[in-house]
């Protein structure tokens, strides 16, 4: 975030709803090279079997890019993972959607992943005093500071507890 929040953040690292104000960015501390090894792992793991991330051969001769391009969901998934660990550990009771979700441009092997988070929108939830939404918009860059991935995020999240 552009400022620290004034209080103390869950056990875990996490901040509460209450936290989290409108127009703040938080640029966030991890940043990621991907490998060869993630794409695999990855796309098989899912049952993905698009040569256009596991097969080096194909995209050398059949594609535009010339080389594998990283499973766009891998991308996805690794954008919101370096996010949790600043924002929402232990305070994420759960994620309520995703919209919004572009790939811009791609992401390769061997490029190293940047990420911050713009906080879009707070409110308490209508059925739950202990809970609240927020709204995230996540954005992912490459090592040359190209956009690579965004995403808008609703998560479910916890109130500070009342002592």
Known sequence: MT??????????????????????????RLRRTV??????????LTLNPQ????????CATETEWGRPLMN???TLGLMIGIAVNDLSV??????????D?????????GDTVRCETE?????????????GIVTFFHRAYNQDDVLVA???RHAFMKRRPVP
């Open 3 to 28: 400022a620290s929040p004034p209080s103390e953040p869950h056990p875990r690292g996490g901040w509460y709803v209450e936290d989290f104000k409108a127009g703040a960015v938080h640029r966030h």
């Open 35 to 44: 490998t060869q090894m993630d794409n695999m792992l990855f796309s098989n």
């Open 51 to 58: 040569p256009l991330h596991i097969d080096a051969h194909f």
């Open 72 to 74: 766009s969901l891998f």
């Open 90 to 99: 232990g305070t994420t009771i759960a994620n309520l959607g995703m919209t």
């Open 101 to 109: 979700v572009h790939f811009p441009a791609p992401l390769f092997e």
């Open 119 to 131: 906080i879009v929108e707070t409110r308490p939830s209508a059925s739950r005093p202990d809970a």
């Open 150 to 152: 965004e995403c808008r």
